[in-house]
């Protein structure tokens, strides 16, 4: 059983269109972490959010925390084709404050 | 400040031989990981150090040991590499829920 599971797994939208994508858990986390991964490249960080209901924006990018802060979402406004990519979620849990992400979603913008 | 530094950068086996994956920190974190990551995955935890002298294991360490020599660095070993071991690995580090530095990565083939 993963302890993150991110939806959908896979997306492939034209540009211009709107998209969402969901990471769940059923485990209350004190943060939680959003990284974006181009194809040979490690993941690189977008955003921490901490506070449950929390909503942070990132130019077209909008990154919410659930008030439980059991699971988050980003929202991509009109995405474009270097929205491309692989996107991660991340928490820190556990006595020793283990990371662990998520199952990931690969996004395709076509042009 | 370089934050984390794996080496090396690319590394072809043949099955059966071994070597050691190197990581070094410069943020004075306590938590250190190693993760691997297949093609259109998530990083998946290999094993983690909560602090200098302690490892745990984590979801995939099969195949696998770890040494913290200090705070740090923390070496990853493959006694006896398998071409299921063909992954990209990544060192992370992490202070608390919000300090995180995650390494460049090692492209890892195993023929």
């Known amino acids: 059983t993963q302890l993150l599971e991110q939806s959908p797994q896979f997306l492939s939208i034209q540009e211009g269109e709107n998209l969402t994508v969901y990471c769940n858990s059923s485990s209350v986390f004190s943060s939680l972490q959003w990284y974006r991964q181009e194809p040979g490249e490690g993941p690189v960080l977008l955003v921490t959010?901490?506070?449950?209901?929390e909503v942070k924006k990132l130019k077209r990018l909008t990154f919410q925390f659930g008030d439980a802060r059991k699971d988050s979402s980003l929202h991509i406004t009109a995405a474009q084709p270097g929205d491309t990519g692989l996107y991660l979620c991340?928490?820190?849990?556990?006595?020793?404050?283990?990371?662990?992400f998520g199952t990931g979603t690969k996004l395709q913008v076509i042009p | 400040n370089a934050g984390v530094t794996q080496t090396p950068k690319f590394q072809v086996l043949k099955t059966g031989q071994s070597m050691t994956l190197q990581c070094a920190q410069d943020m004075n974190h306590n938590s250190m990981y190693w993760y691997r990551q297949d093609p259109g995955m998530g990083l998946r935890l290999i094993y983690y150090s909560a602090s200098e002298g302690t490892t745990d294991k984590g979801e995939v360490p099969n195949g696998y040991n770890v040494s913290r020599l200090n705070k740090r660095e923390f070496s990853l070993r493959l006694e006896s590499a398998a071409p299921s071991q063909t992954s990209v690995y990544f060192c992370?580090?992490?202070?608390?829920?919000?300090?995180w530095g995650l390494g460049s990565g090692t492209r890892l083939t195993v023929v």
């Open positions: 992370a580090s992490s202070e608390g829920f919000r300090l």
């Open positions: 991340a928490v820190v849990s556990g006595g020793y404050q283990k990371v662990t």
């Open positions: 959010v901490v506070t449950g209901g």
